[in-house]
């Protein structure tokens, strides 16, 4: 297809930050008719080590997308990475970006238990954290460094224009999905009026997350999904393509079933002195945050 500087500026890229509705927004993308979106979400590329030479790996994300008025992705490793904005503006120039932030307290606990069910191992520690006072310790930068979204954000606003930038928030789409999806949309250039059948799925479910019924359960869940991921998704994706190996894991409900068997809604409380050290924490990237974007964000404090 070519992702050239014409092409570019019907392009997007959904850019974070993780555990902030990402899931939910990239479901309606793919609804939209008009809309052709990578059936990879995170294919992380510009954060590769080194991506020179390799560009037709990533245009291969998106063959059969001339048909449709826009195309992109989203990764949300591309918010708190530092190769990414340089050389999305350099590969795609004129790329329209979307960020959702969330509550970074919510986002790094949130996060953490995503982590739990996808296994910690893969970020090559040699113990999995028994709590996430111990996971804080032990991959402090790399669980807290995504939810400083103000210096994310002014890192990319070094290489795009902020009219290319549209700041989306977690709170809001709860609330008032639809009104979220029409802004979206709008910006991404799109009938803003479609309404996905995704947009009712933020629910309880979503907003709650899910935790391991016991330890026990979650080691199991962790293991059968990590092999059914290494034994059947990925020789299936090399097999028929990503695309058409994701509509299969989609139809199957491998991993809904999963969470039924080996999980519950909702997340354990936070211990109150973590919540606040990670309050004290954030507290000036919020503020400087809320003067960037004249949002309120108060109730983040």
Known sequence: MGLNREASGRFFVGIGAPKAATTWLFRCLKEHPE???AACKETNFFDYATIDGRMKEYEAHFAGREAFRTAGEISTRYLSSHRAPARLKAYIPSARLFVSLRNPVEQVYSHYWHLVRQNFHQWGG???PQSFEEALEQYRDRLLEPAFYHRHIVRWLQH??????LILFYDEIRDRPQEVLGTVF???GVEASF?????NKISSSVRLGTSPRSPALGQ???FLYSRLNLHIYCPLKKLVGTRKAEEIKSTMKIRELLEFL???KGYPEMRSETRRFLQDLFSEDVRQLMRLTGHDLCHWK
């Open 35 to 37: 809309v052709f979106i």
């Open 126 to 128: 040699a113990a999995v």
């Open 160 to 165: 795009f224009d902020r009219s290319q930038l």
């Open 186 to 188: 709008s910006f991404l």
């Open 195 to 199: 309404r996905p059948s995704s947009t």
């Open 220 to 222: 199991v869940y962790s």
């Open 262 to 264: 080996f999980r519950r």
